[in-house]
Nanobody, 112 residues
Framework: QVQLVESGGGLVQPGGSLRLSCAAS????????MAWYRQAPGKQRELVAS???????NYADSVKGRFTISRDNAKNTAYLQMNSLKPEDTAVYYC??????WGRGTQVTVSS
């Protein structure tokens, strides 16, 4: 069973940037498709971005060109670089090893 711990959330002004990290332990990190989801109050959890071990990535249309997902297999860590943040990006962000486990989430609030 994989354990995932997110970090890097916080309060940022519109137009600002944050980088989320997801540290994984247990299992074989390179075998996981890693993903970031988010859930805003009153809304369903949605997929933000995913990355295969090959480096292939996918993004939700709402974050394309602003967010970048990456992974460092040597550190068993996935990242989400978020630029040009908007108030509508406010949510709890969850890391997932698809089909294997979830982190507890980290709050991102975009507000002036």
């Amino acid at each position: 069973q994989v354990q995932l711990v997110e970090s890097g959330g916080g309060l940022v002004q519109p137009g600002g940037s944050l980088r989320l990290s997801c540290a994984a332990s247990g299992g074989i990190f390179t075998s996981y498709v890693m993903a970031w989801y988010r859930q805003a109050p009153g809304k369903q959890r949605e997929l933000v971005a995913s990355i295969f071990n090959t480096g292939h990535t996918n993004y939700a249309d709402s974050v394309k060109g602003r967010f970048t997902i990456s992974r460092d297999n040597a550190k068993n860590t996935a990242y989400l670089q978020m630029n040009s943040l908007k108030p509508e990006d406010t949510a709890v962000y969850y890391c997932s090893a698809l089909g294997r486990g979830w982190g507890r989430g980290t709050q991102v609030t975009v507000s002036s």
